[in-house]
């Protein structure tokens, strides 16, 4: 009997151990002037994220930008020339206006609600088509629209924090529930057995 408790707890444990945490990112090296319109596309699946076996926790979308030239008297509210950017993305600032962006990284963290429908969809002619479903295609897109010509971007990423499940366990799990009756009938054979 005890034997038996034994081999339920490790059965009840198997599907905890086929899932783990994983992040992935994919990052954009710009080490560039910006201004004026820039698309940035985050393709996830290139990275390891596979939509079969991942599901998104978190969303961190971070930038790395200086203003190419400091000035300490610019940040007052007399003065036209800020580094204004307007950023679109469907998965967290929508339309984020930055009125006076300064050196430093900026990083976001966004709980996600996995979704397998579509997220935001459009129509081609008459045709709707899905616009927005990284559950799914593993893309993320972010447009920007710098009003200056004072930005530098060092890099801009976007990283999901993911649940990883193994598909591939239940040959192991197969395995192991096989050799359970041979261990039972092994046991059989000596008298101590019947304590168990």
Known sequence: MKLLKIFLFILALLPVSNSYALVITHAHNIDNQISGAQDFTFDLISQGYNPATDVINFVIFSFDIKEIIEDPFEDTPDMDEREFVTIYDRFLYIRGIFP????????????????TSCRFSGY???????LFQPDQ??????????DTDNLWMNSISL?????RRNLDEPSSLLLFLAFIPLLIL??????????L
Not at 124 to 130: F, K, L, S, T
Not at 186 to 195: D, G, L, W
């Open 159 to 163: 990283s999901i924090e993911v649940t």
């Open 124 to 130: 081609i002619g008459d045709e709707e088509v899905c």
């Open 100 to 115: 006076d962006v300064d050196t430093g990284v900026i990083s976001e963290r966004l709980h996600w609600t996995p979704m």
């Open 186 to 195: 092994r046991f059989r054979r000596y008298p101590f057995a019947n304590r």
């Open 137 to 146: 295609d593993g893309l993320f897109y972010s447009h920007w629209h710098v």
